[in-house]
């Protein structure tokens, strides 16, 4: 079988080393002779992977015993609910920017449980950069923003200054660069852009943080409940955090400045082309752009539909946008090798040539 160039938004591709250790695990999970999806949580064996999970966690992020680290499930989505309920205060006012789709939610969500303030936003122009120069209001119980807006290809590479404890939604650029943990009150991610499979998600928390929080919440919806047990106040996405360590494993063997410099080169390379080739154009603000999800067009639309054949033809897969953006997206997450992005790149060439 010829390799396919998998180019998917997420869930996404994942290095082979953590494929192979799952298929292995799935047949004889750590030497019990159990799959992996067959034995207690409880096991000896699996809490062990939820102990290298946490910590490679916090090495990567470096940060000390005053974060949290938690494994959750809900994805994301359900971090737009928890983040609020467990941190907006009854007479409080929540932070938010709008970069997006995935922010947009979180605004609606956070809604629920108080007042919130959009600091800003770029819908104005059809999400295509990131927004600037806003101030956060001293009194708000937190910041919102979404590190990377993975619909529409724009990347936060820097931060507010501020007082105001920081919550990011980096579900779609996590641990593809070293990034200051410091700066954060609270980091989550859905684990299937850049992380694992989907099924598990990571919360990091500042414990000055989860001191803030006030009003009764719900057991399952509390993250201090889970956190005391860690990760395991009831059975939890077994499969999803064993190939996450994997996959953090395998990230940490790499390094996170020299995955910098790999995906800097992936993003370059691509860009370059998009600026180049004639029939291709790029569809947010330069400065903006995203590491991790390239958003582009045909400057003919009505040529679409026929590259799209040939990237097939070329074993280029996931290429298209999002249904509710349209055009080309090409997702150049940690685990897409160089090769990959060249040949996407031999692809569009290809294409020139045809139409010349
Ligand atoms: C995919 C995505 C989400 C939603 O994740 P789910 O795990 O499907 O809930 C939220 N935020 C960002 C930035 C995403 O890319």
């Not at 990567?60 to 015993?65: A, F, P, R, T």
């Not at 927004?131 to 009194?139: L, Q």
């Amino acid at each position: 079988m010829s390799k396919i160039h998998n180019f998917s938004a997420g869930p996404a591709i994942l290095p082979s080393s953590a494929i192979e250790a799952s298929i292995e695990a799935l047949k004889d999970f750590a030497g019990t002779g159990l799959s992996l999806i067959e034995i207690s949580h409880r096991s000896k064996e699996y809490e062990a992977v939820v102990a290298e999970a946490t910590q490679l966690v916090k090495d990567l992020l470096k940060v000390g015993d005053n974060y949290e680290v938690v494994f959750l499930q809900g994805g994301a989505s359900l971090q737009f609910d928890m983040v609020p309920m467990n941190f907006l205060n009854d007479g409080q006012k929540a932070a938010y920017l709008n970069t997006g789709v995935w922010a947009k939610r979180a605004i609606k969500e956070a809604g629920f449980f108080g007042q919130v303030e959009v600091v800003a936003s770029s819908e104005d122009k059809n999400y295509s950069y990131i927004p600037k120069g806003y101030s956060i209001p001293n009194d708000a119980a937190y910041f919102h923003c979404t590190s990377n807006n993975t619909i529409y290809g724009t990347e936060m590479f820097e931060y507010p200054q501020t007082n105001v404890p920081i919550v990011c939604d980096m579900s779609s650029d996590i641990f593809s660069r070293p990034i200051d943990a410091s700066k954060f009150a609270m980091i989550y991610a859905g684990a299937q852009k850049n992380m694992g499979p989907a099924g598990a998600t990571l919360a990091v928390i500042r414990k000055d943080f989860l001191a803030t929080i006030k009003r009764k919440i719900p057991t399952m919806l509390d993250y201090r409940i889970h956190i005391e047990n860690g990760s395991m106040y009831n059975t939890p996405s077994v499969f999803a955090i064993f190939v996450t360590m994997h996959t953090l494993r395998w990230i940490k063997s790499i390094g996170l400045e020299a995955m910098e410099s790999r995906n800097k080169e992936k993003a370059d390379l691509l860009y370059a082309e998009i600026d180049r080739n004639p029939l291709f154009k790029g569809t947010v603000n330069v400065e903006d752009r995203s590491r991790m999800n390239v958003n582009f067009v045909l400057n003919d639309p009505s040529l679409e539909e026929e590259f799209f054949k040939l990237c097939k033809s070329h074993n280029l897969s996931g290429l298209k946008g999002h249904r509710s953006v349209g055009g080309l997206r090409a997702s150049l997450y940690n685990a897409l090798e160089i090769e990959s992005v060249q040949a996407l790149v031999n692809a569009m060439q290809a294409f020139e040539k045809i139409k010349s």
